[in-house]
């Protein structure tokens, strides 16, 4: 959801223009693209876990700080560009943690996997935070349903100690 035309939904409603809401999505884009490429270095010279939970945590805070309010369009702006950075920035490096989580056998069949739950998740956001949205939640606390799948996923890479591991073996 945060990822397609909801931010625009979420930022209208509280009171953006779709223009500056518009540009609000382009600053999350750029925002993963520029994080990807900090993250993917990040995990190329030291422990791809820590880079991974360093910027879940980012993610984290910034949703919370998202919600409660960043005062002006400019301080929105910039959390957006983080939470865009955190989370787009994740899922750009992962496919390059999977010869370290699937053996070879596996990795077409693992990879697969992972973009089917991420295209799910794609149309299934926007629907969800509609109807958080239709029930009554505020449209800017919409941003803290990410709190839960946040915390899985940094209790995934403690699991999976990433840091220590070497190239799945067959």
Avoid: N
Wanted: glycine share 12%; hydrophobic share 60%.
């Amino acid at each position: 959801a945060l990822r397609a035309h909801r931010p625009a939904v979420i930022l209208t409603a509280v009171g953006w223009t779709v223009s500056e809401a518009s540009h609000a999505i382009a600053t999350f884009q750029a925002g993963g693209v520029v994080a990807g490429l900090v993250i993917a270095f990040a995990m190329d010279r030291w422990r791809p876990d820590l880079s991974l939970l360093t910027a879940l945590a980012i993610a984290a805070v910034v949703a919370v700080a998202m919600a409660f309010g960043a005062p002006g369009h400019g301080a929105m702006l910039v959390l957006i560009a983080l939470l865009g950075g955190a989370i787009s920035g994740i899922i750009m490096v992962l496919p390059a943690l999977a010869p370290f989580l699937y053996p070879p056998d596996l990795l077409s069949t693992g990879l697969g996997v992972t973009v089917a739950v991420g295209r799910i998740g794609a149309v299934g956001g926007p629907l969800a935070g509609a109807a958080l949205i239709r029930s009554g939640m505020a449209p800017g606390h919409v941003v803290l349903v990410v709190l839960p799948a946040i915390a899985i996923c940094a209790a995934a890479t403690l699991l999976l100690r990433l840091g220590a591991a070497g190239p799945a073996k067959a």
